[in-house]
Nanobody
Framework: VQLQASGGGFVQAGGSLRLSCQAS????????VGWFRQAPGKEREFVAR????????SYADSVKGRFTISRDRAKNTVYLQMNSLNSEDTAVYYC?????????????????WGQGTLVTVSS
């Protein structure tokens, strides 16, 4: 499975972005998918994840109520809608696919990783 994350960019605080994670090579429609991020000088952290059928979305407390994860299995794509962005959301965002249909917040649970897309939020 190859994952391509896109949709990052520069946005002012309070703005929105939608990230996409497109899979190729082998369909990942039966795999859980997660989004993680890594800010400069910080550890990579969990952002959100979704199960194979689009159910059981889960979010980090820091983004709950502002971010929404969804997937279109027919398009082999997972999305992360990010609203009310603030400077603390500035990071490189990575999507990752697990080997299983359900997964948790640990990055160790994910086997395939995209290259990352940079989100910069100006205050």
């Amino acid at each position: 499975v190859q994952l391509q994350a896109s949709g990052g960019g520069f946005v002012q605080a309070g703005g929105s972005l939608r990230l996409s994670c497109q899979a190729s090579g082998r369909a990942f429609s039966n795999n859980a998918v997660g989004w993680f991020r890594q800010a400069p000088g910080k550890e990579r952290e969990f952002v959100a994840r979704i199960s194979w059928n689009g159910g059981l979305p889960s979010y980090a407390d820091s983004v709950k109520g502002r971010f929404t994860i969804s997937r279109d299995r027919a398009k082999n794509t997972v999305y992360l809608q990010m609203n009310s962005l603030n400077s603390e959301d500035t990071a490189v965002y990575y999507c990752a696919a697990a080997l299983s249909a359900y997964s948790g917040a640990s990055s160790a649970s994910y086997r395939y990783w995209g290259q990352g897309t940079l989100v910069t939020v100006s205050s």
